[in-house]
């Protein structure tokens, strides 16, 4: 199997894995909370708090996924690189959810929810759940096990959507029918805890799937360690006494990809608090608007989770064919086949919006408009991941650091600017030009560093055909409104054509790949 087949199979994997748990999210979770909470603030607040999360997940993980990729794809490193990661996040894990556990109730009150410390430490345990299945989930993807991996993450959101609906519909209803007392520990009045507390538990129970790639963790001399390792045991993972060696290495090789992780978190995170905080000077009409912002970003999952599928695939595989013939043309073609991808899927969603904005409630249609802004946002994110591989080939990620930083800066700066005047636009635009400034910024440094034949005019071409469809399917929304099966025809038939001159133009590099 060829290795660009192989990275298309695994991104599948990882794709349905990814569409599966987003598809329930979206088919079930997404229409039931914004019509159960049709108070834009409550999902305002759920939005926000999981932004929170986000962030703090970076500094619970300290970026070892992909130092763990770096390090444990060198051949006789696997086991004591994951040894390594999985101590260093233990640890981290163990100390950050102390200190913040500690001291809930002042966090609370310093994010403006003083009367819910319960929130925090729900997020807080969720956090650490997540972080502690870093590591085994990043070793299944260097292991090349996505059907493992997909189906623990289908599992986690499974579990979740059940207990949301065990605790916002089966418990009011077995009170209703009499059963108080079994239900004693049920408050009514926390409705929006309880989606952090399904949570919890679904975070739970999968990192009880995987605790036993930990359980095997233990010391050994360096000898004893190189051997195995040599021998690839994939049921046990050792770490050599003492490995402070590695561990330097691996804290320095990580340090700037914190830095860049939290501001690739502020990128795609940050307009929800700050649309809260300067959206409006009343505090529940900017977390209305924060609700609003996060509902409508749902609907422009698919481009996400194409984008998040192929990151999931592509990182690993990046590292595994660094050294092999040819690696560079082979990761300009990676990146050719996810712009074709990218942009017919960025067309795809507008193409079908008039149906898929009946996912949302009505109260929180009112943002469509922002959806084409976020779907190209995430397609430049997805040419970042392509673009930005070289700085981790390279052992460079000090330059991850300073893309990040700098698209941060741009979006702070935007937001800061967009948000008082514009609303929900301000987070949109603010998130398209980061992306953009980032995926330009990796490309150009790339170009001084480790050249990749990247076809940008190419790549460029696509996502000009893409938005020009994308234009004349949002210039026609207005006149076709309320005539459903016209839309459907019209977009229909914009799809097609600019399909069909992709396939035209592409004849050549198609059978190539397949050739491959």
Not at 105 to 132: C, K, R, T
Not at 438 to 448: E, F, H, I, K, Q
Request: hydrophobic share 55%; proline share 4%; with cysteine.
């Amino acid at each position: 199997m060829s290795v660009l087949r192989k990275l298309a199979g695994e991104t599948a994997i990882y794709g349905v894995s990814s569409i599966l748990s987003r598809l329930l999210n979206w088919v079930i979770l997404t229409p039931y909370l914004t019509r159960e909470f049709s108070e834009q603030a409550d999902y305002g607040i759920i939005s926000e708090m999981y932004t929170h999360t986000a962030w703090l997940l970076v500094f619970f993980t300290f970026r070892m996924e992909t130092t763990f990729f770096r390090f444990g794809s060198k051949k006789g490193q696997l086991n004591a690189s994951f040894s390594t990661a999985s101590l260093a996040v233990l640890g981290l894990t163990l100390f950050l959810s102390t200190l913040l556990l500690l001291n809930a109730s002042n966090i609370a009150a310093f994010i403006e929810y003083p009367e819910h410390p319960d929130f925090i430490q729900w997020i807080v345990f969720i956090i650490a759940f997540d972080a502690l299945a870093a590591i085994p989930f990043a070793r299944l993807r260097l292991q090349s096990r996505p059907i493992r991996f997909a189906t623990l993450k289908v599992l986690g959101i499974v579990i979740n959507i059940i207990f949301i609906f065990f605790f916002l519909e089966a418990c009011p209803w077995l009170i209703d029918i009499g059963w108080e007392e079994w239900l004693s520990f049920y408050n009514p009045d926390s409705r929006v805890g309880y989606i952090f507390l399904s949570n919890l538990i679904a975070s739970g129970i999968v990192l009880l799937f995987l605790l036993p790639m930990y359980s095997n963790i233990r010391f050994t001399s360096k000898s004893t360690a190189n051997v195995l390792d040599a021998e690839s045991d994939t049921s046990h993972a050792f770490i050599k006494l003492p490995q402070k060696a590695l561990l330097k290495k691996m804290l320095l090789y990580a340090s700037p990809l914190v830095i860049a992780g939290l501001a690739g978190v502020i990128n795609q995170l940050i307009g929800i608090p700050m649309l809260r905080a300067y959206g409006d000077e009343e505090l529940e009409v900017g977390r209305a608007m924060a609700g609003v912002y996060g509902a409508v970003a749902k609907l422009a999952v698919i481009m996400n989770l194409f984008t998040q599928a192929f990151n999931y695939a592509a990182e690993p595989f990046f590292f595994r064919n660094a050294e092999a013939k040819n690696a560079n043309q082979t990761y300009a073609d990676v990146a050719q086949a996810f712009a074709i991808v990218g942009s017919l899927a960025f067309l795809g969603v507008i193409c079908y919006l008039d149906i898929i904005q009946y996912f949302l409630g009505k109260n929180y249609r009112e943002g469509l408009e922002i959806v084409p802004i976020l779907l190209a946002a995430y397609f430049f994110l997805g040419l970042f991941y392509n673009f930005s591989i070289w700085y981790k080939l390279e052992d460079m990620t000090r330059f991850g650091g300073y893309i990040a930083l700098g698209g941060s800066a741009i979006t702070i700066g935007l937001n800061f600017l967009l948000i008082p005047i514009y609303g929900i636009y301000g987070p949109a635009c603010s998130a398209l030009a980061c992306y953009s400034f980032m995926a330009v910024a990796s490309y150009l440094t790339g170009r001084r560093y480790k050249p990749i034949p990247y076809p940008i005019s190419r790549i460029s071409l696509y996502f000009v055909l893409a938005s020009a469809g994308v234009f004349i399917s949002m210039w026609l929304r207005p006149q076709l409104q309320g005539q459903i099966g016209m839309s459907l025809l019209v977009n229909t038939f914009i799809f097609i054509i600019v399909l069909g001159v992709f396939a035209f133009l592409e004849k050549a590099f198609i059978k190539k790949l397949i050739a491959r």
